[in-house]
């Protein structure tokens, strides 16, 4: 059974930081790529950043603008997203998720989400 568990989020400040943590069982981790996406109420769901399988190469949203790191542990299974100046408008709920295609077969599994609020 495959289980991507989210962790980390909270209630922050303005200008604050915070890391998610997503711990995935059930695949062979390493061969994943694994993006993390955010959804707020009455928004579409939007990239925040990924991490591709084998080299780790990252992309970002653009409205990151330098202020998140995606990293992975493939030993440990798990992905990570540090969070740094904070905003509310980074106010969402995050989602973990695994991603790859393998011979034409799409594999995808998600996370049920961490809540991340930031207001002063």
């Known amino acids: 059974q495959v289980q991507l568990l989210e962790s980390g989020g909270g209630s922050v400040q303005p200008g604050d930081s915070l890391t998610l943590s997503c711990k995935v069982s059930?695949?062979?981790?390493?061969?994943?790529?694994l993006p993390w996406y955010r959804q707020d109420l009455g928004k579409e769901r939007e990239l925040v950043a990924h991490?591709?399988?084998?080299?780790?190469?990252?992309t970002y949203g653009d409205f990151v603008k330098g202020r998140f790191t995606i990293s992975r542990d493939n030993a440990n299974s798990t992905v990570f997203l540090q969070m740094d100046s904070l905003t509310p408008d980074d106010t969402a709920v995050y989602y973990c998720?695994?991603?790859?295609?393998?011979?034409?077969?799409?594999?995808?599994?998600w996370g049920k989400g961490t809540r991340v609020t930031v207001s002063s």
């Open positions: 998720n695994a991603h790859m295609i393998h011979f034409g077969r799409e594999y995808d599994y």
């Open positions: 991490i591709r399988a084998y080299f780790g190469t990252t």
């Open positions: 059930g695949i062979t981790f390493y061969i994943y790529s």
